[in-house]
């Protein structure tokens, strides 16, 4: 069974510019969440999809925002990027919203200058 | 809001050797889980936890669920250097149909061979 994907692994942007970063979930899996990793914050939820639902939400600004779409692929974008954006955005899967049993994806290493 | 105290927040540890390292919260929490992460890569889901009490063994690695379900641990037996990465407790609470997964900040094991 294929792990969870997540494109692209790497992008640099500048101040202001807005990115949209891509998860494929786990075949079957339906809920897809997302979160900030920084070495100062830590992991930090940002938000969880399902059924093409938000689910949950974290506390982010709504410069965060992101959607699922019908086969439980998911987006994720920030717009106007600050240099604080700077952060490893994992992408997790799992069969149900809420379920422990989280399968994250590798990453994408977002770098804001 | 709720907090895990991840301690310690590294070790550096002689290949062979036994580790231990624990999450606290003044929260209780429905469900614990234990994950590790490889530089360059997201968290891998180690051990999940339900019911307090729970002792459950992967391996080399054992994880209780505190009966007071405030708290939990990790133990690494004789470890060895791919052991090598950073360990996350993660803490699930569901409350009024909502849930809120909260990450310790991390334990850095490294292992010397």
């Known amino acids: 069974k294929a792990g969870v994907t997540q494109t692209p692994r790497y992008l640099i942007k500048t101040r202001g510019q807005q990115v949209t970063l891509s998860c494929s979930p786990i075949?079957?899996?339906?809920?897809v969440s997302w979160y900030q990793q920084t070495p100062g914050q830590g992991l930090q939820f940002l938000f969880e999809?399902?059924?093409?639902?938000?689910?949950n939400k974290g506390n982010f600004p709504g410069r965060f925002s992101g959607r699922q779409f019908s086969n439980s692929r998911s987006e994720m974008n920030v717009s106007t990027l600050e240099l604080g954006d700077s952060a490893l955005y994992l992408c997790?899967?799992?069969?149900?919203?809420?379920?422990?049993?989280?399968?994250f994806g590798p990453g994408t290493r977002l770098t804001v200058l | 809001g709720q907090q895990l105290n991840q301690s310690p927040q590294s070790m550096f540890i002689q290949e062979g050797e036994d580790v231990s390292m624990n999450c606290t919260s003044s929260?209780?929490?429905?469900?614990w889980l234990w994950y590790k992460q490889d530089p360059g890569e997201g968290p891998v889901l180690l051990i999940a936890?339900?019911?307090?009490?729970e002792l459950t063994s992967n391996g080399r690695l054992t994880a209780q669920f505190g009966i007071t379900r405030k708290d939990s641990f990790l133990n690494i037996s004789a470890s060895i250097p791919s052991d090598v990465g950073i360990y996350f407790c993660?803490?699930?609470?569901?409350?009024?149909?909502?849930?809120?997964?909260?990450f310790g900040s991390g334990t850095r094991l490294l292992v010397r061979p």
């Open positions: 997790a899967s799992s069969s149900t919203p809420g379920a422990g049993e989280q399968f």
């Open positions: 999809y399902f059924s093409e639902t938000q689910r």
């Open positions: 075949s079957g899996h339906r809920s």
């Open positions: 993660a803490g699930l609470t569901w409350m009024d149909s909502s849930y809120k997964l909260i």
């Open positions: 936890l339900y019911k307090a009490g």
């Open positions: 929260s209780i929490f429905n469900t």
